[in-house]
């Protein structure tokens, strides 16, 4: 895997989990490209064929020192950190695999510009001809960083209707902007008279938080209208409109079906009604204050719960649990 934004190395993948991991980028993909005018190319096709002296030959083409100044390789390497050799090797296949399929043009992220001009060299050098790149701007995540699994901060193209109109209500309002122009098909003038209207609210703080408010919700609407459907999104925009502005519980919680004793650990509660993937992800959310029961805060992971039929437990804004005691 690339490196180029990490700050260690990364698993190796086995072919199967690679192919399982495909299914779930294609499926992704597919509500923003028409794959009936793409073609798939697995570079295995044409990598897993180089001898070793066609690799030799092609390593001959980059220099290390360029590799090894990289911000983040840079960081490793001061820091007495392992940087594989075969790390070095990532640029030279991207730029072998543009080289073998001819290209004109290279579309990526800015993180990608150093791999991308890697096969813009050895077009260069092996067929004497320009090719060219365009390097897109990052969509941030919620909290202004880069979007990451591991921060909680990134907006999933194949989350729910509901969840993903939340996060988009959730993201910083300094993003907005950026998210109309990268994240919705709404035209540039439109989105310039949406950034001069918010330069006019600047003066009054309540105008201000009212229009960035409703500015929001009709950011997450389209957004939600183009990934999955107009109907969806308006019972999204409902649903977060009751449930985190106005404070009502949603009408259809999910019942769990509670089997154990009477009296259980936040932590374990979280993990048996599946609110939480593990316990230190339990134990995160409720010293964060995200975790209440029937109303009341959980201040504690070691805290001792009473359980009860109707009991009806909140993780965070978005996630609740209503118990069914057999």
Do not use: C
Not at 185 to 210: G, P
Request: charge should be positive.
């Amino acid at each position: 895997g690339d490196t180029s934004d990490k700050d260690t190395e990364r698993p190796v993948l086995t072919p199967v989990e690679i192919q399982e991991n495909f299914k779930t980028y294609k499926k992704q993909a597919e509500k923003i490209l028409d794959f009936s005018e793409i073609k798939i190319k697995q570079n295995s096709e044409w990598l897993n064929k180089l001898s070793f002296p066609e690799i030799i030959k092609l390593a001959q083409q980059f220099s290390f020192g360029d590799f090894g100044s990289r911000e983040l390789i840079r960081k490793r390497l001061d820091a007495g950190k392992h940087v594989g050799m075969h790390e070095s090797l990532y640029p030279a296949m991207q730029g072998y695999d543009s080289y073998f399929l001819d290209t004109d043009i290279q579309i990526g992220g800015t993180d990608q510009t150093f791999n991308m001009q890697a096969g813009r060299t050895l077009q260069k050098n092996w067929r004497n001809k320009k090719s060219f790149i365009i390097a897109t701007e990052f969509l941030m995540g919620t909290d202004g960083r880069k979007m990451s699994k591991s921060w909680g901060n990134a907006i999933w193209i194949d989350d729910n209707p509901t969840d993903m109109f939340a996060k988009i209500m959730a993201i910083q309002d300094d993003l907005i902007i950026q998210y109309f122009v990268l994240g919705t098909n709404v035209d540039i003038k439109k989105v310039e008279e949406i950034k001069n209207m918010y330069m006019i609210s600047n003066s009054d703080r309540m105008k201000k938080s009212y229009v960035q408010m409703e500015t929001k919700k009709e950011l997450a609407k389209i957004i939600v209208s183009e990934l999955h459907s107009n109907k969806d999104a308006v019972s999204a925009k409902e649903n977060f409109e009751k449930t985190i502005q106005k404070q009502e519980l949603p009408e259809d919680i999910p019942v769990y079906q509670y089997i154990g004793t009477q009296s259980i650990g936040a932590t374990d509660l979280l993990v048996k009604t599946k609110l939480a993937s593990s316990r230190s992800e339990a134990k995160r959310v409720i010293e964060q204050g995200g975790v209440s029961v029937d109303n009341k805060v959980i201040t504690s992971s070691n805290e001792q719960i009473k359980i009860k039929s109707g009991n009806v437990i909140k993780v965070g804004k978005r996630k609740f649990v209503r118990i069914r005691m057999s």
